[in-house]
């Protein structure tokens, strides 16, 4: 049995983490209201624009013959990953990480044996987690949930949208964390590149007039569109990650809480033991006297 003295030591250390994991809790609830503010916000102009790029891509000729709809036979994947800079957030990261080797064993297995697709992680933790596990990574960008801005995003997509013109990479996804709730994350899977037109029975019969001209329109509006969706991926990481976060940190507060409780019970088992030896011992010690 521990002693006293380490009772309440590792009551005080207990007591301390779990004031660290409730302020954790209660930052990362306010930076996820922040966060959802932000994805509501982007999530109806980005569905709108992405819809209505793909309708006038399919419709035109200038949408179907952009570099950017380009279909070639695929001999380099860019897999773009989204995780979060920091851990303490129960299985965010790891999800990400599983949900990519998934991809990559079920649709280029064979890509990847000979060395053949790349790992883009925007985020610390998925760069650590897939770089352990012998994937090519291309490049990893951290701290950028810290100046999360389109501006700062735009270099990343026009980096991507070179690279696909290059034909550096024939096919180039995204994975990130979709938040359904604050408690629910869901891994989501989109192809950038291509852009895929919608199929010919989806296809909108709205007669466009297009100013100045198609080829400049769609020039303009499909690597924008495509820059957004990075943006939104992130955004949607954001406002996840500060929800596992939370819940994560609430849970462990409230482990912390079990904890403690169970330590003062075996600190007050352990103190009354020792009185009643210390009690034992001085009637002992009187009775041998009085003898």
Do not use: W
Request: proline share 2%; charged share 25%.
């Amino acid at each position: 049995m521990a002693s006293l003295k380490e009772v309440r030591n590792r009551i005080v250390s207990v007591n301390s983490t779990q004031q660290i994991t409730k302020a954790m809790k209660m930052v990362s609830a306010a930076k996820l209201r922040r966060a959802q503010d932000a994805i509501s916000q982007m999530r109806p102009y980005a569905k709108k624009l992405s819809e209505m790029i793909s309708t006038v891509s399919a419709q035109t000729e200038a949408g179907q013959s952009n570099p950017f709809t380009e279909v070639r036979e695929v001999k380099n994947v860019l897999i773009v990953v989204v995780t979060s800079d920091r851990g303490l957030c129960g299985a965010f990261n790891a999800n990400v990480g599983k949900a990519t080797m998934a991809l990559v064993e079920a649709k280029y297995a064979s890509l990847h044996a000979s060395g053949n697709v790349t790992i883009l992680p925007l985020g610390k933790k998925g760069g650590e987690y897939l770089g352990r596990r012998g994937y090519q990574i291309l490049d990893t960008y951290t701290d950028i949930f810290t100046r999360l801005n389109f501006g700062n995003v735009r270099e990343i997509g026009e980096m991507i949208l070179t690279d696909f013109t290059e034909k550096k990479y024939d096919v180039v996804e995204v994975l990130f964390n979709y938040s359904k709730n604050v408690a629910t994350q869901i891994i989501e899977t989109e192809q950038l590149l291509p852009m895929v037109p919608l199929a010919a029975e989806t296809k909108s019969a709205v007669d466009y007039i297009f100013e100045p001209t198609e080829e400049e329109i769609i020039q303009e509006l499909i690597p924008k569109s495509i820059k957004l969706s990075i943006f939104r991926s992130l955004l949607e990481s954001n406002a996840s990650e500060h929800g596992a976060r939370m819940t994560a940190m609430d849970k462990a507060t409230e482990n912390a809480g079990e904890l403690i409780k169970a330590l003062k019970l075996e600190y007050n088992r352990s103190r009354q033991a020792a009185i009643t030896k210390e009690i034992l011992e001085i009637v002992g010690g009187a009775e041998a006297l009085s003898a």
